[in-house]
């Protein structure tokens, strides 16, 4: 099993991060229906923004990395749910 370095998600078959793609394209957009359905906790949407926005930095100020960086390491090396539109 291979581990983004930068976010600590595993990675798929083909060795890519789900969570490096532009914000149309996010794994977290579909999160807030699965919450409200109790599929989902609000700290493992956490997660998912943390890593995401790990890839995505270039919008983010410091203490916002710092963050997502905080979300993203709480399960690094952890498999996640990711909801699907």
Request: overall charge neutral; hydrophobic content about 40%.
């Amino acid at each position: 099993m291979k581990i983004c370095d930068v976010c600590g998600a595993v990675l798929d078959k083909d060795e890519t991060c789900i969570f490096n793609v532009p914000k149309e394209n996010a794994p977290s957009i579909a999160d807030y229906s699965a919450m409200a359905r109790g599929e989902m906790s609000h700290a493992e949407h956490q997660v998912l923004v943390g890593r995401w926005g790990l890839h995505n930095t270039e919008a983010l100020g410091q203490k916002a990395i710092q963050k997502m960086r905080e979300f993203a390491d709480s399960a690094w090396g952890k498999k996640v749910t990711v909801f699907k539109i």
